[in-house]
T-cell receptor, first 118, second 112 residues
Framework: DTGVSQNPRHKITKRGQNVTFRCDPISEHNRLYWYRQTLGQGPEFLTYFQNEAQLEKSRLLSDRFSAERPKGSFSTLEIQRTEQGDSAMYLC????????????????FGEGSRLTVL | EDQVTQSPEALRLQEGESSSLNCSYTVSGLRGLFWYRQDPGKGPEFLFTLYSAGEEKEKERLKATLTKKESFLHITAPKPEDSATYLCAVQPRGGSNYKLTFGKGTLLTVNP
């Protein structure tokens, strides 16, 4: 399968624990995004990487959240000291640089990692 | 602040009954408007990008149109496999070049 891969698909943890999600983008894609989606809502932007550089972070990304993309390949999203409000689907997407200048182009999303904080 | 409002929240159709979904947006200039389809428990799947008012794009039974304030997703003769949540998102001109702002989506159910 050559799509975006996310692991684990489901994670149940207790409040206060740390969790880490991994995203493997489509191999030739240099752009990588993390979004968060709660039930009945659309995805909300968290952060963006171009190759290994984290170029943008949302205000939603508190200091308990950290994302990395070492060597510009896979990415990890870590949440420290989880809270019940962190329960959500964490979506990763990747894309190529679009042909149209300044446009985002097509994002390819993974199936997401669902986090439940008890 | 950029806003995207989708209506209706849910729509139930009979197979073959055509209809339209609405996405109204408020942005300080539009760089692109996107439609995605999302099946339960899955990530969104790209459908269309529209860049300027008057633009239209089609794919099978779906047709997306764009005006200066809203976009419509027209579904012609839908089939049960078209059942999904349809998400609209905008990329505003100015500000972030990398962020999409999504609406809450329209949950479409097509009954056989």
């Amino acid at each position: 399968d050559t799509g975006v891969s996310q692991n684990p698909r489901h994670k149940i943890t207790k409040r206060g624990q740390n969790v880490t999600f991994r995203c493997d983008p489509i191999s030739e894609h240099n752009r990588l995004y993390w979004y968060r989606q709660t039930l009945g809502q659309g995805p909300e932007f968290l952060t963006y990487f171009q190759n290994e550089a984290q170029l943008e972070k949302s205000r939603l990304l508190s200091d308990r959240f950290s994302a990395e993309r070492p060597k510009g390949s896979f990415s990890t999203l870590e949440i420290q000291r989880t809270e019940q409000g962190d329960s959500a689907m964490y979506l990763c997407a990747s894309s190529l640089r679009p042909r149209r200048e300044g446009a985002l182009g097509e994002l390819f999303f993974g199936e997401g990692s669902r986090l439940t904080v008890l | 602040e950029d806003q995207v409002t989708q209506s209706p929240e849910a729509l139930r159709l009979q197979e073959g009954e055509s209809s339209s979904l609405n996405c109204s947006y408020t942005v300080s200039g539009l760089r692109g408007l996107f439609w995605y389809r999302q099946d339960p428990g899955k990530g969104p799947e790209f459908l269309f990008t529209l860049y300027s008012a008057g633009e239209e794009k089609e794919k099978e039974r779906l047709k997306a149109t764009l005006t200066k304030k809203e976009s419509f997703l027209h579904i012609t003769a839908p089939k049960p496999e078209d059942s999904a949540t349809y998400l609209c998102a905008v990329q505003p001109r100015g500000g972030s070049n990398y962020k999409l702002t999504f609406g809450k989506g329209t949950l479409l159910t097509v009954n056989p």
